[in-house]
Structures are given as structure tokens and as C-alpha cells.
């Protein structure tokens, strides 16, 4: 009887440092784009985010209520379970208002991280060699 073939297993890719630094990157340009602020403003940052209500006097109209919302420059995680839609209406309103910046930065930052790895190769395979591999192991690269 024939012997069953086996599959060949795959080896776990290695964590490679420069891949979390462009994913670090790209988190920032979304958050900054999203919420105003970066990954760290959005973590930890206070709860401001609310609405107003402020009565106007006009000239043959009388009273007239005006509603605004205060703290929107920065939305954090706070904001987000404290007033939810007011959050998310903002978050809409800059997504509308900064997809392109966003995408341009985005199209940058993925360009210039691949031409920094061609560039780079040779330093890099002797960093991870000679430094990286002695000291962390295998599983860990540059």
C-alpha cells in the first residue's frame, strides 16, 4: 500500500520590526485623518465632546436656539463611549473631509517604506544577522 503524502508545513513568518513601524505609520494617518488627533491623543485622551444649546436674540425673530458641539477637534476613546453619535457624526464628517490627504499620505508612506527596504537590504540582512539573530533569535528580524 502506498504511503499517504504528508503536507508540508509551513513555517510562522518571522515578527519583522520594519513591518510594525509601517503599520504604526499607517495607524497614525488614519487616526490623525479620523479623529484629529494620533493613536496616542485617541487612547488617551479626555472626555470634552458634547453639545451646546445657546439662545440667540435676533431683531424681529425673538429667541432662537442655536445648537453647536464643543470639543470635536479631537475625538478620543472616552468621547466614543460617552457620547457615541456625536462621535461618530464627527468621525463621518472628517473622514468626508480629509480622504484625500489621507490616501496621498497613505500612497507615500507605502512607497517610501518599500524603496527604504530595497535600498536597505544589504545593511539590513547583516543587522539581522550578525546583531538580531544572536540576541533575539530567529523569530524576531529588522
Same mark, same amino acid.
Given at each position: 500500500m502506498a504511503k499517504a503524502? &504528508?503536507?508540508?508545513?509551513?513555517r510562522s513568518q518571522p515578527f519583522r520590526i520594519l513591518d510594525a513601524i509601517e503599520a504604526l505609520a499607517y495607524g /497614525?494617518?488614519?487616526s490623525v485623518g479620523l479623529t484629529g488627533g494620533g493613536l496616542y491623543?485617541?487612547?488617551t485622551g479626555? /472626555?470634552?465632546l458634547g453639545s451646546t &444649546?445657546?439662545?440667540n436674540y435676533q431683531y424681529g425673530m425673538g429667541l432662537t436656539e442655536v445648537e453647536g458641539i464643543t470639543g470635536q477637534d479631537v475625538i478620543s476613546l472616552k468621547d466614543m463611549v460617552s457620547e457615541p453619535t456625536l462621535a461618530i457624526? /464627527?468621525?463621518t464628517q472628517n473622514f468626508a473631509d480629509n480622504i484625500i490627504p489621507m490616501a496621498t499620505a497613505g500612497l507615500v508612506t507605502g512607497v &517610501?517604506?518599500?524603496i527604504g527596504r530595497r535600498v536597505l537590504r544589504r545593511p539590513i540582512n &547583516?543587522?539581522?544577522?550578525k546583531l538580531m539573530k544572536p540576541l533575539l533569535g530567529a523569530g524576531v528580524k529588522l
Open positions: 503524502k &504528508t503536507r508540508r508545513r509551513r /497614525q494617518i488614519i491623543e485617541f487612547i479626555k /472626555q470634552d &444649546t445657546t439662545l457624526s /464627527q468621525v &517610501t517604506f518599500n &547583516t543587522f539581522n544577522n
